[in-house]
Protein backbone atom coordinates (compact mmCIF):
# COMPACT_ATOMS: atom_id res chain seq x y z
CA UNK A 1 0.00 0.00 0.00
CA UNK A 2 1.35 3.61 -1.12
CA UNK A 3 -0.14 6.91 0.72
CA UNK A 4 0.65 9.72 -1.08
CA UNK A 5 -0.01 13.33 0.44
CA UNK A 6 0.03 16.57 -1.43
CA UNK A 7 0.99 20.09 -0.07
CA UNK A 8 1.89 23.21 -1.52
CA UNK A 9 -1.79 24.66 -2.77
CA UNK A 10 -3.33 27.75 -2.05
CA UNK A 11 -4.24 31.18 -3.94
CA UNK A 12 -1.72 32.63 -5.72
CA UNK A 13 -2.29 35.94 -8.24
CA UNK A 14 -1.85 35.32 -12.31
CA UNK A 15 1.43 35.44 -12.67
CA UNK A 16 2.80 34.04 -9.49
CA UNK A 17 4.13 30.62 -8.67
CA UNK A 18 3.73 27.67 -6.43
CA UNK A 19 5.47 24.53 -5.78
CA UNK A 20 3.11 21.37 -4.89
CA UNK A 21 4.77 18.74 -2.84
CA UNK A 22 3.50 15.06 -2.83
CA UNK A 23 5.51 12.66 -0.24
CA UNK A 24 4.97 8.97 -0.43
CA UNK A 25 4.98 6.36 2.43
CA UNK A 26 6.70 3.33 0.91
CA UNK A 27 10.18 2.34 0.22
CA UNK A 28 10.36 1.12 -3.30
CA UNK A 29 9.40 4.88 -4.27
CA UNK A 30 12.39 4.76 -6.98
CA UNK A 31 10.27 1.43 -8.48
CA UNK A 32 7.49 4.14 -9.30
CA UNK A 33 6.26 5.78 -12.06
CA UNK A 34 4.66 9.67 -11.15
CA UNK A 35 2.11 11.92 -11.93
CA UNK A 36 0.18 15.18 -11.52
CA UNK A 37 -3.53 15.25 -12.11
CA UNK A 38 -5.85 18.17 -12.16
CA UNK A 39 -9.73 18.51 -12.16
CA UNK A 40 -11.53 21.20 -11.70
CA UNK A 41 -15.05 21.97 -11.58
CA UNK A 42 -17.39 20.63 -14.20
CA UNK A 43 -14.16 19.15 -16.12
CA UNK A 44 -12.32 15.35 -16.63
CA UNK A 45 -9.41 14.65 -14.81
CA UNK A 46 -6.29 15.75 -16.95
CA UNK A 47 -2.71 14.89 -16.72
CA UNK A 48 -0.65 17.88 -16.26
CA UNK A 49 2.42 15.95 -15.79
CA UNK A 50 4.57 12.88 -15.55
CA UNK A 51 7.62 11.19 -14.62
CA UNK A 52 9.90 8.18 -15.05
CA UNK A 53 10.58 6.17 -11.92
CA UNK A 54 14.07 6.88 -12.58
CA UNK A 55 13.30 10.99 -13.08
CA UNK A 56 15.44 10.99 -16.68
CA UNK A 57 12.68 11.47 -18.68
CA UNK A 58 9.21 13.55 -18.07
CA UNK A 59 5.85 14.53 -19.86
CA UNK A 60 3.97 17.67 -20.04
CA UNK A 61 0.48 18.65 -21.13
CA UNK A 62 0.27 21.23 -24.32
CA UNK A 63 -1.36 23.78 -21.37
CA UNK A 64 1.59 23.64 -19.00
CA UNK A 65 4.67 23.29 -20.93
CA UNK A 66 7.37 25.87 -20.80
CA UNK A 67 5.26 27.03 -17.16
CA UNK A 68 5.27 23.56 -14.68
CA UNK A 69 8.22 21.30 -14.45
CA UNK A 70 7.80 17.66 -12.29
CA UNK A 71 10.83 16.13 -10.62
CA UNK A 72 11.44 13.69 -8.24
CA UNK A 73 14.13 13.10 -4.98
CA UNK A 74 13.50 9.06 -4.75
CA UNK A 75 15.97 9.50 -1.55
CA UNK A 76 12.93 11.42 -0.03
CA UNK A 77 10.56 9.81 -1.38
CA UNK A 78 9.04 13.01 -2.82
CA UNK A 79 7.73 14.50 -6.46
CA UNK A 80 7.20 18.01 -7.16
CA UNK A 81 5.67 20.09 -9.17
CA UNK A 82 6.83 23.45 -9.63
CA UNK A 83 4.12 25.88 -11.43
CA UNK A 84 5.22 29.38 -12.78
CA UNK A 85 3.14 31.88 -14.53
CA UNK A 86 -0.15 30.55 -13.05
CA UNK A 87 -2.95 31.38 -15.22
CA UNK A 88 -6.76 31.46 -14.17
CA UNK A 89 -7.35 28.41 -15.98
CA UNK A 90 -4.82 26.13 -13.86
CA UNK A 91 -7.29 26.44 -10.78
CA UNK A 92 -8.24 23.59 -9.98
CA UNK A 93 -7.25 20.93 -7.53
CA UNK A 94 -3.89 19.22 -8.16
CA UNK A 95 -3.22 14.93 -7.18
CA UNK A 96 -0.47 13.48 -7.31
CA UNK A 97 -0.33 9.23 -8.29
CA UNK A 98 2.10 6.49 -8.61
CA UNK A 99 1.81 3.51 -10.46
CA UNK A 100 4.32 0.80 -12.10
CA UNK A 101 5.48 -0.05 -15.21
CA UNK A 102 7.78 -2.71 -16.33
CA UNK A 103 9.08 -0.43 -18.70
CA UNK A 104 10.38 2.43 -16.83
CA UNK A 105 8.41 4.41 -19.05
CA UNK A 106 6.10 7.49 -17.49
CA UNK A 107 2.23 6.81 -17.42
CA UNK A 108 0.17 9.17 -19.34
CA UNK A 109 -3.28 7.58 -18.17
CA UNK A 110 -5.16 7.78 -15.14
CA UNK A 111 -6.27 3.91 -15.33
CA UNK A 112 -2.29 2.82 -15.28
CA UNK A 113 -1.96 4.33 -11.96
CA UNK A 114 -2.52 2.30 -8.69
CA UNK A 115 -2.47 4.72 -5.86
CA UNK A 116 -3.82 8.14 -5.55
CA UNK A 117 -3.43 11.14 -3.23
CA UNK A 118 -6.34 13.23 -1.61
CA UNK A 119 -5.51 16.22 -3.84
CA UNK A 120 -4.86 20.12 -2.84
CA UNK A 121 -6.40 22.84 -4.14
CA UNK A 122 -4.91 25.69 -6.27
CA UNK A 123 -6.54 28.80 -6.98
CA UNK A 124 -5.60 31.47 -8.98
CA UNK A 125 -7.28 35.09 -9.20
CA UNK A 126 -6.98 37.25 -12.19
Known amino acids: QVQLVESGGGLVQTGGSLRLSCAAS????????MGWFRQAPGKERELVAAITSSGVYTNYADSVKGRFTIARDNAKNTVYLQMNSLKPEDSAVYSCAAGRTPYGSYLPAPREYDYWGQGTQVTVSS
Open 26 to 33: VRTFSTYA
